[in-house]
């Protein structure tokens, strides 16, 4: 591990921690605006984040170790995802600890920690949370996976870093098995990031919400860790997808010039990517939970399409 | 040094086989003496538990040792052998056992069925028998010391024999795999092509024309499927597993399902030498059939040993996955690809072996402290049992196949396989994998849910019976073998460049090829088998990241905030009459998978109307195969035997007539 290398990490620590409350913020924004609200400032999440690390923790009388521990473990392992994708640069020394396989494990690792922690107070909305989280968990997480595959087989790797400067390099031209990767990752991502047309993240509407059922119990600083983390890990699905299907603007190892455009590069990515994300929250309308099978299965399906394609037409 | 110490390694095996031998009849001779038995013979069973892996594990890299051993039929000793591949399954069953044995020591009662001497001696015949089935390297011994592990674990099964219940569980067990067992020996009979020499080294020696090697090859999948509990094969397991107690419900998921998997990998790469292609996808959709089939089962039980059963089947199906993967690379001679598929398929042998033995131990240490296996009445036993519940979590993290748990490391192997199927010479295997990888990728996030669910049930929440608050916690022997376990589990986990070069030697013998990680990347810490820049994994650098990620935040936020709480009671929604009894149930939490998979079950739903004085909702799931293959069977079976049985008459003159028409006939067919 170089110093350089070093430097490129914690880089990417420091913008993933910051940029994320921003992302959220920004998305935020730009619903209001499509919804003719007003929009609240974009640093917001921030103030949100301070707000609640000030205020103190309740805790339920039934509440055991994992309740107490699931918000640092999951703003860990979201930190961890951000720091394993190339956000800015693919010089990443943590890239190799853990390849794209492994942040889809590392994904599945909060999931099952956040959906434990719901159960463990014993209340009706926690479970039915859980369940629900792991019932478009356990149909998105495959979905994810196929996507990844396509990508791999593309760039004959699985570690993000490589796969990143492989697809870069091609010359451009729309694969069609990355045009279907991209459509899934789209479906994967919106459920995932508890999202309209699977999860609303603004309601606590007991019928519908998934998200917000699992942190229910959570206040003060446990709750300012667990939307960090949430919005971490829109980040890190945003930047996985930015680096797998846009991936130009991503800095190679000693291309310091490149690492300067690179942050505002991922800005403006980011920018477009959550104003389309805003776009389509407030296009759709959210689905009832059991189409929700029906909507990742179809991301699975277009997923493996992908794989198919690429290993059929070689394209 | 030279051939010393090789020469001890299969003595030694051989050495521990015979104590444990001695140690059942110790038990015979203390047959009602429960604190000799639990306290003195099983932790020692345990410690030579451990001397087998010791001895196994340094034999490993070396030449394969043979001995002939003078017990048997005149004219038929046994012939043993250990070389990598028994090395390998000897040290898994040496370090699952391990900490069975202990727990068994702390967890044996009085008065539960049979006299807990005689107990010990069904239990260590079936240990020594294991030991002796991965040593045996001709059929005869194989299939004798076959028999004995099915006969013992028969027993085990059956230790409560005063329940219907458990008999019948037992009898089916004992059916299936007596079935089994007669497609071994038929299998055997077609490996030794016609020579009458029934050692393996014969075996090995000959060359089957195609069509015979894959009668050899379907018999093998039908036998060694029946132990397995291959699809659909399978029925015996989830009755089998919750009637057997717990630390021999481990034994048999742990290891004695592993056996199956040693004796398909023998026949396999050993004995039948150059594998056909097809037989791989034969294997390939077997195992991932039965994978599918067991997670989805699996979140289907309210039951947890029947939910841990179905989790077993799930990952044998994972196993022959890689095996048939394996297969498939090596019938086109991709050594290294080969050897990533059988290392994966391996590497998961193990990891079952330990993770799984670590949560039956759980459920029996659950079993009683609140004599319940139904799900639905647990909850809340993280508090009252915090050491099983820890180390459950464990295990939990590494079935669910997470990082940076042993459960992942496989799955990762498993997954780097599939990828290299594009390099596959037949396009339609280039096609059909990667639908296969899809599959396996679905189960493996199923089997988080099942875990979810099987975790969050029994141990968070909060009590669904008033009884629970007087649960305790394990004995210290029992603590002292679910530890053991969860430090397999950690280890296996954290460290599996290591392992996977131990196991260097097997793929070297059985494909032609080893990983040789150490070789390539230079660096322990990094598993990557292939190139570092095609995949790479390092799960303790993960580890050290997210754990210092963790630490570094809560210090922080101390530092910066403050680390005040105030307990209170959970929020109840504006209705004060919050109880336990409104927390998802097991059937609760499996419902959105029912509802998924509504096809492959078999469901029989009672709902109550909204009239009913006391409403009741009960759903039971069935197994379909259940009706659709052994239902059928029994009333062909039935069929032929009352046609058969027309014959019999009962009057001596119809015998006579048939002895009559017999000679006639005979002496027709003699003069034609």
Redesign the interface.
Known sequence: MNLEGLLAQLLAAAVALVGAPLVTGWVNQCRAWLQNRRAPPLLMPFRTLHKL??K???????A?P?F??TP??V???M??AA?IIPTLSTNLP?A????A??LV??F??A??FI??AA??????????G???E??V???A??AF??VV?TA??IS????LA?TVSALAHREFTILPSLAFAGIAFTMVSLAENARVPVDNPTTHL?LTMIHEALI??YS??HLA?MEWAASLKLFAYSCAGLAIFFPWGIAEANDHVALLWALPALAAKLAIGGFLLALIETTLAKMRI?RV?EFLATA?LL??LA??VH??LGA | MGSLPELLAIDGVMLVVVAWFAIGLAGIAALHNLAFVARVLFPLSASLSLALAGFALPALPGAPQVAVLAIGLPDLPFHLRLDALSAFFLALLGLASAGISVFAGGYFRQGEGTAPGLLCLHYHLFLASMAMVLLADDAYAFMVTWEVMALSSFFLVTTNHRIAEIRRAGFLYLLVAHVGAISILLCFGVLQANTGDYTFANMRAQSLPPFWASCAFGLALFGFGAKAGLLPLHVWLPEAHPAAPSPVSALMSGVMLKTAIYGLVRVNFDLLGSPLWWWGVVALVVGLATALFGVVFAAAQVDMKRLLAYSSIENVGLIVVGLGLAIVFAAYRMGSLAALALVASLYHCLNHAMFKSLLFLGTGSVLHATQERNLGKLGGLMRFMPWVAWTTLVGVVASAGLPPSNGFVSEWLLLQGFLFTGDLPNPYLRMLVPVFAAGVVLVAALAGYVMVKFFGVIFLGRPREEKLAQAHDAGGLERLGLAWLTAGCVLLGLFPVAVIEVMDPITTALVGRGLALSGRAGDWLLLAPMSAERASYSPILFLLVTAAVVFATIVLVRRFYHGRVRRAAPWDCGFPAQTARMQDTAEGFGQPIRQIFEPFYRMHRELPTPFDAAPRYKVTVEDPLWGWVYLRIAAATEAVSRWVGMLQRGRISIYLLYSFLTLVALLFLTQA
Do not use: K
């Open positions: 690390f000030w103190e923790s309740v805790v339920a009388h039934d055991s994992v107490r521990i640092y473990l703003f860990g392992c930190l961890l720091l943590m190799t600890a853990a390849d396989i492994a494990g590392l599945g690792l999931r099952l959906s434990l159960m463990d107070i014993g209340t009706s909305f926690g479970t039915l859980a369940r629900r792991m019932l968990g356990f149909l997480e495959p996976l196929m595959f791999s087989l004959s790797s699985t570690s490589t007991e229910l119990e003060g600083r860790l059991f099978p699975f997923g493996v794989l198919l290993l059929l």
